[in-house]
């Protein structure tokens, strides 16, 4: 088997004995983290048997599902969402985690395709309200879910966090344990939510035994992403 192939069966068998471990039920999606990947990385894996990737960059995103059609992958957005790229987003991709205002998620309504199944959603939620990093704050999730679910070519899933990272696992655990609580609190309010997008690499058997339902893996899978300053200049590629 290939490196990518060997990684992709270590990672599945490390989800299913962190649900052993901490007894947990709920089923749980690989999401391959697929940025910086060239289209042939992807591929390996798909044919490994990986059929869900996520993308934080739209051009590049858009690249590789130019170049992969033939493959039957769903593809998920993970990254920021500027309001100028919500029609390519809506049009190509089955999934949004990182909806944190009603502007982006109306947007992305509107030009969902009528011929496509409603876009499946998560709202991102900042745990540690960190300025740099997107998503809404814990006491706005209510008000912003209501909306959500108004929206008809919108299905609201659940939520997503990318907390601070840590290396203190009792840290780690503290900060699954919030997301989750804002997870319970909005199903005990009637949401139908089956969806918790938590975990990385580096921490997603916490995730698991906190309720993760999806964990996002790139690293542990793919190996090291090119350098920050080249991820850096993607970004400012993508303004």
Same mark, same amino acid.
């Given at each position: 088997?290939s490196? @990518?192939? +060997?990684?992709?069966?270590? @990672?599945?068998?490390?989800?299913?004995?962190?649900?052993? !471990?901490?007894?947990c039920?709920?089923?749980?999606?690989? *999401?391959a983290?697929?940025?910086?990947?060239?289209?042939?990385?992807?591929?390996?894996?798909?044919?490994a048997?990986?059929?869900?990737f996520g993308? !934080?960059?739209l051009?590049?995103?858009?690249?590789?599902?130019?170049?992969?059609?033939?493959?039957?992958i769903?593809? /998920?957005?993970i990254?920021?969402i500027?309001? !100028?790229k919500t029609?390519p987003?809506?049009? /190509?991709? %089955?999934w949004?985690?990182?909806?944190?205002?009603?502007?982006i998620a109306?947007?992305?309504?509107?030009?969902?395709p009528? +011929?496509?199944?409603? *876009?499946?959603?998560?709202i991102?939620?900042?745990i540690? #309200?960190e %300025?740099?990093? =997107?998503g809404v704050?814990?006491?706005?999730?209510?008000s912003l879910?209501?909306a959500?679910?108004?929206?008809p070519?919108?299905?609201?899933?659940g939520?997503?966090? @990318?907390?601070p990272?840590t290396? #203190?696992?009792?840290?780690?655990?503290?900060?699954?344990?919030q997301? &989750?609580?804002?997870?319970?609190?909005?199903?005990?309010?009637?949401f139908a939510?089956?969806?918790?997008s938590? =975990?990385m690499?580096?921490?997603y058997? @916490?995730?698991?035994?906190?309720g993760?339902?999806i964990?996002r893996? =790139?690293?542990?899978?793919?190996g090291? &992403?090119?350098?920050?300053?080249?991820?850096?200049?993607?970004?400012k !590629?993508?303004d």
């Open positions: 088997m490196t @990518i192939s +060997n990684h992709l069966q270590d @990672i599945l068998a490390a989800i299913q004995s962190a649900k052993v !471990n901490a007894a039920q709920q089923e749980v999606k690989l *999401l983290v697929s940025k910086a990947q060239p289209a042939q990385v992807i591929r390996e894996a798909y044919l048997g990986q059929t869900l993308e !934080n960059y051009q590049e995103a858009l690249d590789k599902q130019a170049t992969l059609t033939e493959l039957a769903e593809w /998920h957005f990254g920021p500027q309001s !100028n029609q987003i809506a049009q /190509h991709f %089955s949004v985690h990182s909806i944190d205002r009603l502007k109306q947007r992305l309504n509107d030009a969902r009528a +011929n496509l199944a409603p *876009l499946q959603v998560c991102q939620v900042n540690g #309200d %300025s740099t990093k =997107g704050a814990a006491h706005e999730l209510e879910a209501v959500i679910t108004a929206l070519r919108l299905k609201l899933r939520l997503m966090a @990318i907390p990272p290396e #203190d696992k009792n840290q780690q655990r503290a900060q699954f344990k997301v &989750r609580e804002c997870y319970d609190t909005l199903l005990a309010k009637g939510l089956d969806t918790l938590i =975990g690499s580096d921490d058997p @916490i995730a698991i035994e906190q993760a339902t964990v893996i =790139g690293s542990a899978l793919f090291a &992403r090119k350098k920050l300053v080249e991820i850096k200049q993607d970004i !590629n993508e």
